[in-house]
């Protein structure tokens, strides 16, 4: 299934970084090498999972040939890799949002990714970044959604916490992988994203069978664990009429 890998143009292209909530920086702007990844998508919407590439034609989610560049990524993060099918492009993630620092098990990641420019609240469930808010301070201007987001209206946002949700399926990790780490946000003195090594972490991306099952809420597909289809709209289970919010997605109730 793996198709050949393809080296595009290495000229230099702008890319936008996450931002700082309330830190009042605005978009930070770099210049980063984009490197063409054509994937074999199978319908829509298709998103990098982990180390997968997992398309929803339907509800059931598919998984196909996670293309990269054809050399080693610069740095430990790896390819954050945006678009779908002949419009995917890859860069280096350390190019396009903080780099990370390790102190034995605890890596932190300054400067982390976040939606656009607004003010957002972000959490981790299972290795996905979920993110709700999205209002910008006063002459605070947009660049638009950072490639790479899903973003909808969230149900029922008269709470102050903000009136979208955004999600990030693929978001950084220290070694370019989800698993074996457990991520939380600070806001402490800007925006982190902060990473420790756990062993006995599970989330998206794990191998799984008969005795090993997902986290709740994931499916198991072709032997690793995904999420259902993205269809971002929540922050709460009271945000949903089935009251489940799973990976910022209203889902199904009970079992």
Do not use: N
């Amino acid at each position: 299934m793996w198709r050949s890998l393809f080296l595009g143009a290495s000229g230099l292209a702008l890319a936008f970084a996450g931002c700082q909530s309330g830190a009042g920086s605005g978009a930070r702007v770099e210049r980063a090498a984009q490197w063409s990844a054509p994937a074999d998508d199978v319908g829509e919407p298709c998103a990098d999972v982990s180390d997968l590439r997992v398309c929803w034609p339907s509800e059931t989610p598919v998984l196909v040939a996670r293309t990269v560049p054809p050399f080693p990524a610069p740095t430990a993060p790896g390819f954050r890799c945006t678009g779908s099918g002949a419009a995917r492009t890859c860069a280096s993630r350390d190019a396009l949002a903080g780099g990370f620092v390790c102190d034995h098990a605890t890596c932190a990641q300054r400067d982390a990714r976040q939606p656009d420019e607004g003010e957002w609240t972000c959490s981790d469930e299972a290795g996905i970044a979920v993110c709700v808010g999205g209002e910008r301070g006063a002459g605070v201007s947009s660049a638009g959604t950072e490639p790479g987001w899903m973003c909808g209206d969230r149900h029922g946002a008269a709470d102050g916490l903000g009136g979208r949700v955004c999600v990030d399926l693929s978001p950084d990790f220290p070694d370019g992988r989800a698993a074996g780490f457990r991520c939380r946000w600070s806001y402490d003195h800007g925006v982190a994203r902060l990473c420790a090594r756990d062993d006995k972490a599970h989330g998206a991306g794990d191998a799984c069978d008969a005795g090993r099952p997902c986290v709740l809420g994931m499916t198991c597909a072709a032997g690793r664990c995904v999420p259902p289809r993205p269809r971002p709209s929540c922050a709460l289970d009271a945000d949903c009429r089935s009251g489940v919010c799973l990976f910022g997605s209203c889902g199904k109730a009970g079992p």
